[in-house]
């Protein structure tokens, strides 16, 4: 397993992270249809600054849609969410001062021109300097800095990845969303990966909010757990949810169902 040499004491340390405070993030009764498909139905939970919190749940279940709402992509549910205390929905280029988000898939044509550290320049906030102290900081922090003249699209999907994760942090968020960021990524490079990501949460207090396919994963690097299809089944401790033979039973059961579903068209 790739995620065996997380160790205890790392998954311990993330737990341990103070969220006694108001929450980062508030969802009441966020419902969105397509057309008479409900693809979220009544979802309702927080988020506390230092969470890290992994969402789960089969395809389909409505993790990118719930990450769209999340982000203002997609205004046109019921309901309320709430970031930094303000309304996605009337307030979001004031709350994506505050959040880095790196979408499902970064793949970049081989062809495309652009280096890594033209990439990371996308990132800047308008009318802001970029210091070569601050890009000597995200180098250093990512890991990037071997291939940081290369150009973008001779990378591997690892390497990409943390590109995207230096140009989502140029402008010090306090909040990541990560929809999938290891679908792209090979077994082998997921070690330096999480390694980033638990680095990000714990010395950098960044609020980080990533959905994944990958259970052990999810067990071993976040402390909260969200489980979705559809519905959320469930949202709290991570130990919790995975020494819980029948929220691991629910979570197969949903699996199955849609796996068969998707295969009876």
């Avoid at 397993?1 to 009764?29: D, G, R």
């Avoid at 990371?120 to 250093?140: A, C, M, W, Y």
């Avoid at 990512?142 to 230096?166: E, N, Y």
Wanted: hydrophobic residues 40%.
């Amino acid at each position: 397993m790739v995620v065996l040499w997380i160790t205890k004491a790392m998954s311990e340390s993330t737990n341990s992270i103070s969220s006694n405070q108001a929450p980062l993030v508030i969802l009441e009764n966020v419902t969105y249809t397509n057309n008479s498909d409900v693809i979220l139905d009544n979802i309702s939970f927080r988020i506390n600054k230092g969470d890290f919190l992994g969402i789960i749940g089969p395809n389909g279940a409505g993790k990118t849609t719930l990450f769209k709402c999340l982000l203002g992509l997609n205004k046109e549910f019921k309901g309320t969410i709430k970031i930094f205390d303000k309304d996605i929905r009337t307030s979001a280029k004031e709350i994506y001062k505050k959040i880095g988000y790196i979408p499902q898939s970064n793949s970049f044509d081989p062809r495309f021109p652009a280096t890594v550290k033209e990439i990371i320049h996308l990132g800047t906030p308008k009318n802001k300097s970029f210091s070569r102290e601050k890009l000597d900081e995200l180098v250093q922090l990512t890991g990037i800095g071997d291939f940081l003249h290369k150009r973008i699209g001779d990378l591997s999907g690892g390497q990409q990845q943390r590109v995207m994760i230096a140009k989502a942090l140029i402008h010090e968020p306090e909040l990541l969303i990560l929809d999938e960021p290891d679908t792209a990524i090979d077994a082998g490079v997921l070690k330096i990966f999480y390694k980033l990501l638990i680095k990000l949460n714990k010395e950098k207090n960044i609020t980080i909010i990533w959905s994944s396919h990958d259970l052990d994963s999810v067990n071993m690097v976040s402390n909260k757990v969200a489980c979705l299809y559809k519905k959320l089944f469930f949202h709290g401790d991570t130990q919790e949810f995975f020494s819980n033979e029948v929220n691991l039973k629910t979570f197969n059961e949903y699996s199955m169902h849609i796996h068969i579903k998707s295969h009876s068209h």
